[in-house]
């Protein structure tokens, strides 16, 4: 067994084109991951048939992350989806099953939709140590 695998760039507006085609030729729904990139969210979904990996990948602009959804073509990418919207709010055009935000409980809204480059935390000082208390005399019998 050669498992294959390749990357293919796409534009938001192709999706559903090329999901559809690969539906068609029998390829199944692995996976949709989005990834935080400066000033841009990246999208991956990926299909398989026969050991052979099809990624798709969009790059959508931060300030307007749309795309559309796939639910109709795999019922499951709903779940995906809905994830995207609630991790990284990035808006999923025609959800065929819409959770509206609620898919994730987080003390942040969009806890992942941040695309400017983290700053790193700013260290305490450690605290001084404790002087050592006096050694005692040991007790006498």
């Known amino acids: ?43 991956t979904y990926s299909f398989d048939l026969a050991t052979r990996l099809n990624n798709l990948r969009i790059q959508v602009p931060a300030d307007d992350p749309r795309i559309p959804s ?8 709903f779940l995906y989806e809905n994830e995207m919207h609630d991790l990284f709010g990035v808006k999923v055009e025609n959800l065929a099953v819409d959770l509206k935000g609620n898919l ?3 003390s942040v809204k969009f806890a992942f939709g941040s695309t400017k480059t983290p700053a790193a ?7 001084a140590p404790k002087p050592a208390a006096p050694a005692s005399a040991p007790a006498k019998s």
């Open 1 to 43: 067994m050669n498992p294959e695998q390749t990357i293919e760039i796409i534009s938001a507006s192709s999706l559903i084109e090329k999901v559809s085609a690969l539906r068609d030729r029998g390829y199944r729904l692995v996976q949709i991951c989005a990834t935080t990139l400066p000033g841009q969210f990246e999208i």
């Open 70 to 77: 796939i639910g109709g073509i795999f019922g499951c990418a």
């Open 104 to 106: 994730y409980n987080t």
């Open 121 to 127: 935390p700013a260290k305490a000082p450690a605290p």
